[in-house]
């Protein structure tokens, strides 16, 4: 691993490395390493696609301008903080990969990959949703960690902002979404509008899901465009079986005001396994959370029937 004297770096970039701004230890300068040498495996993965065309056409004409943060591992080897579409772009070019190298604990690491996302504002609404799941449900944080508060605090959102992201993926489910992919062009609103018909209607996600696939291969344009367009697809599609569900109610309604909470109202299908509850509640955080909880909610409450049979 030879260091690179000059290598043309503004030394803005270092000072605006988060590394740097949190004074932590710096092995000095910028290395050029092999990316054989950089392992991503144990990472937190917040991308479901990497488009590197582009990237990989612009550090082959003007060089890779803004160094990967790394941090050393046993030997040669180093793992990778951020910067992962350099690494892979310079892995393809088969050229060596400017990082800077820092000491710091895996906690600290897994942090400043999502600070460094967050600043560039470059993962979409759906993957920023996949990553509060995956750090809910995986083992990057520490059990007590792992709760709505705690990613909350290190993602730097609300709980209620967490549960909006959950809902999304607990809803729409992450086979259908991984179908979908990044979808950079769709915001929540229209995330939160195919979660609405989703839960609206007992339609076929395995077929969304093929609907999402054929739509990426027969559109046009980049895999950002196409995975806008499969999300249309699946939007459009979803929006059919909504509009072909019967909009009488079935059997088995109630409703009931429940002070401080609203009222609500329970729908129960015909073949007695479908139920909906139609909340309209004083406290929209209320709704966020309850979103973000159901799951293990009605768990619980699963949990609760079983034991009153007994």
């Known amino acids: 691993m030879a260091r690179k004297p000059k290598l043309g770096l503004p030394l803005q970039t270092l000072r605006n490395a988060p590394d740097a701004l949190e004074g932590r230890r710096l092995r000095g300068g910028v290395f050029e390493i092999d ?15 990497i488009e590197i065309e582009g990237l990989k056409a612009s550090i082959s004409r003007n060089g890779q301008r803004v160094p990967i943060l790394v941090r050393p591992l046993e030997g040669d080897r180093y793992s990778l903080i951020y910067g992962r579409r350099r690494l892979e772009a310079c892995r393809a070019l088969g050229i060596k990969v400017r990082a800077i190298v820092t000491e710091m604990e895996s906690d600290q690491a897994l942090r400043d990959q999502l600070l460094e996302n ?8 759906i993957e920023r949703a996949l990553v509060a799941a995956a750090l809910l449900d995986g083992d990057h944080l520490s059990p007590p960690e792992r709760t709505n508060k705690g990613v909350a605090e290190v993602l730097n959102l609300t709980e209620a902002g967490v549960s909006q992201l959950l809902s999304v993926v607990r809803n729409v489910g992450e086979e259908l979404v991984s179908a979908i992919g990044a979808a950079p062009g769709i915001g929540r609103p229209r995330w ?21 696939g054929e739509a990426k291969t027969t559109r046009a344009g980049g895999i950002d465009e196409k995975s806008d367009q499969a999300f249309l697809a699946v939007l459009a599609a979803a929006g059919k079986s909504k509009s072909a569900e019967p909009s009488s109610r079935s059997r088995g309604q109630s409703g009931t005001v429940i002070p401080g909470v609203g009222e609500a109202a329970v729908v129960t299908g015909r073949r007695g396994k479908l139920l909906k509850l139609e909340l309209k509640a004083e406290d929209s955080d209320f709704v966020s959370w309850l979103e973000g909880n159901a799951p293990q909610l009605l768990k619980e409450l699963h949990e609760r029937w079983k034991r009153s049979g007994d």
């Not at 967050?118 to 609404?125: A, G, K, N, V």
């Open 192 to 212: 939160e509008e195919l979660k609405k018909l989703l839960g609206a209607t007992e339609v076929d996600r395995q077929r969304l899901a093929i609907l999402a």
């Open 118 to 125: 967050q600043e560039r504002r470059d993962l979409s609404f």
């Open 35 to 49: 990316p054989d040498h950089i392992d991503t495996a144990g990472r937190l993965d917040d991308r479901l696609q």
